[in-house]
């Protein structure tokens, strides 16, 4: 049973789940402020769930990587929507400032790290 890390807690659920929804089963919100009012409900078009997630994970959706490639997003920054993002093991999950998640430092992109397929998939053994 994955085990998701997020503001200090350690969240199971179970693999296949996603991210969004575990966070919110959780008491917990991927978003900041206001934004917890003014989402898409996990439809992947606003990009308010956006957060930095490390661990085994499916590939960006089609979806998501058109909503990342359009401001305030950047496309290079390695963030992830959680209503798209599909637990497949542990992770670590972390939520950066601004109404979008988008304010990441320079030096903590991991430019290259995130890995895109045509739609979400999991990776074959």
Known sequence: MP???????????DRGDVLRDVLRAAGESPHNG???WFNCR??????????RVRGPATYRTKKERRRLRFPPHDPDS???LACQTVVLGDLRVEKYPGFWGQRVEADESETGAVQDAEDAQEPTD
Do not use: K, N, P
Request: with cysteine.
């Open 34 to 36: 206001h934004s917890s």
């Open 42 to 51: 996990g439809g992947g078009s606003c990009g308010t769930c956006a957060v």
């Open 3 to 13: 085990t998701v890390h997020f503001r200090g807690r350690e969240i199971e659920c």
């Open 78 to 80: 390695g963030l992830r």
